[in-house]
């Protein structure tokens, strides 16, 4: 997602309902530029036991196309520690199996990932895997200060394709934040020689949190 906004929230039955939007430069992933302006919004239902699920919609794929996430997951917190263990589905509507090559689009499930979610006050592990290809790791580690994200991840495919990056956000104001994302290629040679390098330029985007009333 692009970041918090700004929440209509309601009680029922001990759980909360939030609506966010938001507006981006450029739809980054994990210190890939996708491509173009997006807009995303999202739905998110959780309940005081930890348990929770949402919708998440994005444009700004310029490969993929719109997107929409779904995923449920449980988060507790004792202390300076947290946890939080979900399971997320994404579909496109150019989606394509990364295996088969077969049309995923409008097919929840073709495209899954579990993801493991450690805090201990400021700092934080992240840990991803995709449910259709266990090959593939990606990993974070974050840590705030003064007001300052830092975030370095580290992708491996499993083929051969890795490559990290390090991301710096920071807040200008309630709705407007500022993300310098620096990509590091460590992809194997015969990746790279097939054309397939990442791109190590810097990443620059600005996102907006839209006001909901």
Do not use: C
């Not at 966010?20 to 995303?40: M, V």
């Not at 579909?91 to 805090?119: C, H, M």
């Not at 790791?137 to 200060?145: A, K, M």
């Not at 500022?178 to 990443?203: H, L, M, Q, R, Y």
């Amino acid at each position: 997602s692009l970041v918090s906004a700004s929440a209509l929230t309601a009680q029922v039955a001990n759980a909360e309902v939030e609506v966010s939007a938001g507006l981006a430069t450029t739809y980054l992933w994990r210190g890939t530029d996708l491509g173009g302006a997006a807009f995303s919004a999202a739905a998110d239902y959780s309940h005081e036991s930890g348990a929770y699920a949402g919708l998440w919609a994005s444009s700004g794929d310029a490969e993929l196309g719109n997107e929409y996430d779904l995923y449920v997951g449980y988060a507790l917190e004792a202390g300076p520690v947290s946890v939080d263990v979900s399971v997320a589905t994404y579909v496109y509507n150019n989606g394509t199996d990364s295996d088969t090559g077969a049309d995923t689009t409008g097919s929840p499930g073709e495209n899954s990932e579990f993801i493991l979610g450690l805090g201990v006050a400021d700092a934080s592990l992240g840990y991803i895997t995709s449910l259709q290809d266990q090959d593939y790791q990606y990993i974070t580690l974050g840590y705030s200060v003064a007001g300052v994200d830092l975030t370095y991840g580290m992708s491996d495919d499993g083929a051969g394709a890795e490559y990290s990056h390090l991301d710096v956000s920071y807040g200008l104001s309630d709705e407007l934040a500022i993300t310098v994302s620096k990509p590091f290629d460590n992809s194997s040679d015969a990746v790279i020689a097939a054309g397939d390098a990442v791109d190590e330029d810097t990443i620059v985007v600005l996102s907006y949190t839209l006001p909901i009333k």
